[in-house]
């Protein structure tokens, strides 16, 4: 088995997720007492919240680079960033280090080409859903994206940060989600793509009318694979 590295804190409740779901998942293949090789660096999510508001990706880069190292100096085998819009950054990690970095995106594309989807609604950040470097990603894949309007991506940009963040998983806001996947999916959605690690902590697969894409979820599926072959 190969030792995973995961940079975590981003923010620390989907990084509780993450953990679980390694864990979890070489059990389900491994069985007995097995549990996932893996080393955690967690940075402070309040510097990460700032940079990215100011789109200091520069500012990033030197952080999560420096987690990056740290874990790969440390015996990481495959490198896994715990967030779905620090991927905006992944090519900067990636030519800094000498191990594999397991791509969520990449994991995301290859669990919807498996249900022969080509149209996938994308929720996240402001930042995952309006620039390029997600999108284009999917789209090198074969798989087109659609993302709400611009009141809604204030809203859910606003309840990552001011309410996930927090540990704050609210009943309303529950409410407007399933409001705003209804209006996608009438737009022609064949499934959504909850791309942000918190959002299938509000959310799960029985709420939605398509297909839920978990990106957590397939990304650790992603990196046990890695771990196991």
Same mark, same amino acid.
């Given at each position: 088995?190969?030792?995973?590295?995961?940079?975590?804190?981003?923010?620390?409740?989907?990084?509780?997720?993450?953990?679980?779901?390694?864990?979890?998942?070489?059990?389900?293949?491994? *069985?007995?007492?097995?549990?996932? @090789?893996?080393?955690?660096?967690?940075?402070? #999510?309040? !510097?990460?919240?700032?940079?990215?508001?100011?789109?200091?990706?520069?500012? +990033?880069?030197?952080?999560?680079?420096?987690?990056?190292?740290?874990?790969?100096?440390?015996?990481?085998?495959?490198?896994?960033?715990?967030?779905?819009?620090?991927?905006? $950054?992944?090519?900067? +990690?990636?030519?800094?280090?000498?191990?594999?970095?397991?791509?969520?995106?990449?994991?995301?594309?290859?669990?919807?080409?498996?249900?022969?989807?080509?149209? +996938?609604?994308?929720? *996240?950040?402001?930042?995952?859903?309006?620039?390029?470097?997600?999108?284009?990603?999917?789209?090198?894949?074969?798989?087109?994206?659609? $993302?709400?309007?611009?009141?809604?991506? !204030? #809203?859910?940009?606003?309840?990552?940060?001011?309410?996930? %963040?927090? *540990?704050?998983?609210?009943?309303?806001?529950?409410?407007?989600?399933?409001?705003? $996947?209804?209006?996608?999916?009438?737009?022609?959605?064949? &499934?959504?793509? #909850? &791309?942000?690690? !918190?959002?299938?902590?509000?959310?799960?697969?029985?709420?939605?009318?398509?297909?839920? #894409?978990? %990106?957590?979820?397939?990304?650790? @599926?992603?990196?046990?694979?890695?771990?196991?072959?």
């Amino acid at each position: 088995m190969k030792t995973i590295g995961l940079i975590g804190g981003l923010t620390w409740y989907s990084t509780l997720d993450y953990y679980k779901l390694l864990n979890e998942l070489v059990n389900e293949r491994k *069985g007995g007492a097995h549990a996932a @090789k893996l080393i955690l660096y967690s940075v402070d #999510f309040a !510097e990460i919240k700032s940079l990215t508001e100011k789109e200091d990706w520069d500012g +990033i880069v030197k952080i999560i680079g420096a987690a990056a190292r740290s874990l790969e100096k440390a015996g990481a085998e495959c490198l896994m960033i715990g967030a779905n819009t620090m991927h905006n $950054i992944a090519d900067n +990690i990636e030519a800094m280090i000498q191990i594999p970095l397991i791509h969520i995106a990449d994991a995301v594309a290859a669990e919807i080409q498996k249900q022969h989807l080509t149209t +996938i609604a994308l929720l *996240g950040t402001k930042y995952t859903m309006q620039m390029d470097f997600y999108k284009n990603r999917l789209l090198k894949h074969g798989i087109k994206t659609i $993302i709400p309007s611009v009141a809604d991506i !204030e #809203f859910i940009n606003n309840s990552i940060y001011n309410e996930f %963040s927090k *540990g704050l998983f609210l009943p309303e806001t529950k409410e407007r989600y399933l409001r705003i $996947i209804h209006s996608l999916t009438t737009e022609g959605a064949q &499934g959504v793509i #909850f &791309g942000c690690t !918190e959002i299938p902590i509000l959310l799960k697969q029985n709420d939605c009318p398509v297909p839920v #894409f978990d %990106s957590a979820l397939v990304h650790s @599926k992603a990196a046990v694979d890695f771990s196991l072959k």
